[in-house]
């Protein structure tokens, strides 16, 4: 205990009043401090929808209007826009939005039926109206911005982006074409929605697959050209386009693999290793030792198929991936030597 005549000198004497200051001062910053906030889990985006309507659009292409049960308003969305669809089998999937973007009502995608995919058509196909169906969305990685003029170039099931593209060019009195190619007019789906006027159609059974020059004549300068099917098509468009026209494109299809290397992928839960040839992607390798690995656009831009990298070095990555301890195995390759991913 401090002795009451030595307490009071303390009091009186100026480095003792400073030092009280400070601490009070300090006390009190403490008390004004946020309080800790507790841990927030991740918002689920998912939005749960049914099956309103589905309809035959051409060959092996059916449509289908996705709505809330309840009859609520969707989050909006602008031509190029995609939803991922959850299935139940645990596949995920890009489907473009190929409706109004003015209903905001419901949603439509159409799905073309591949036997020889990865399931994920077959699994389309098989809903019917009343079915529950998962979404998250929409996203846009194919934007489609205000310009003048506009080539547009599509490929069979590749209508379904460019669809609203084109109904919203011609809606604003922009100057804009399409081609529109297929095997038989019967595979293409939509035919009957395109304004009418502008639109050539170039099918495989009424003159053989069009050429380069076939799919955009001469652009005049500054036109937009928005192109979207298989991957020779795209191919074509691009090595065709002038240097004064802008090229926007989606692919249905992974891109083909240019200058690859071949390297070793260890998944480190079975201790398999597996060589990746040159010429094929980790994610292609990996399917044929575990065809449950999850993947979806195969693209690069989607992020399903990112998966932990464990050691190694991954050099050639996609512009969205850039994950330091993760990869995208559907693009991101390592340019040789090996990598041991958490599969």
Do not use: K
């Not at 995920?92 to 159409?110: E, K, M």
């Not at 998962?134 to 590749?158: C, D, K, S, T």
């Not at 095997?183 to 939509?190: E, G």
Request: proline content about 8%.
């Amino acid at each position: 205990m401090i002795p009451p005549d030595l307490r009071g000198r303390r009091e009186r004497d100026p480095f003792w009043v400073a030092v009280n200051a400070a601490f009070n001062g300090i006390q009190r910053f403490r008390s004004l401090r946020a309080p800790a906030l507790p841990a927030v889990s991740p918002v689920d985006r998912t939005m749960r929808l049914t099956v309103l309507e589905v309809r035959r659009e051409a060959d092996d292409v059916v449509s289908l209007r996705l709505g809330a049960a309840d009859g609520r308003v969707l989050p909006g969305w602008q031509p190029g826009g995609h939803l991922d669809v959850l299935l139940p089998s645990g596949r995920r999937r890009q489907y473009s939005l190929c409706g109004d973007p003015a209903d905001r009502r419901a949603y439509r995608i159409a799905v073309r039926r591949l036997p020889e995919g990865g399931g994920g058509s077959v699994e389309m196909h098989e809903l019917r109206e009343g079915d529950a169906v998962a979404v998250q969305g929409p996203r846009n990685a194919f934007p489609f911005l205000a310009h003048e003029r506009y080539a547009f170039v599509a490929g069979g099931i590749g209508i379904t982006p460019i669809l609203p593209m084109v109904t919203a060019a011609d809606r604003f009195g922009a100057d804009w074409s399409l081609v529109y190619t297929g095997r038989t007019r019967a595979s293409l789906p939509f035919l009957d929605e395109l304004p009418a006027g502008r639109v050539t159609v170039r099918t495989d059974d009424e003159g053989g697959a069009p050429s380069a020059a076939d799919l955009l004549g001469d652009v005049p300068d500054g036109t937009a050209v928005y192109c979207c099917g298989p991957a020779p098509m795209i191919d074509a468009v691009r090595a065709s386009v002038g240097l004064d026209a802008t090229l926007h494109y989606e692919r249905f299809a992974p891109p083909p693999i240019v200058g690859g290397r071949p390297f070793e992928v260890e998944l480190r839960r079975s201790g398999r290793v597996l060589p990746v040839p040159a010429d094929r992607s980790a994610l292609d390798v990996i399917r044929d030792a575990l065809p449950d690995v999850a993947y979806s656009c195969r693209q690069g831009f989607c992020g399903t198929c990112r998966t932990g990298v464990l050691s190694g070095a991954v050099h050639d990555r996609a512009p969205s991936d850039q994950g330091d301890d993760s990869m995208l195995v559907c693009v991101s390759r390592a340019t040789g030597g090996r990598i041991t991913l958490d599969l």
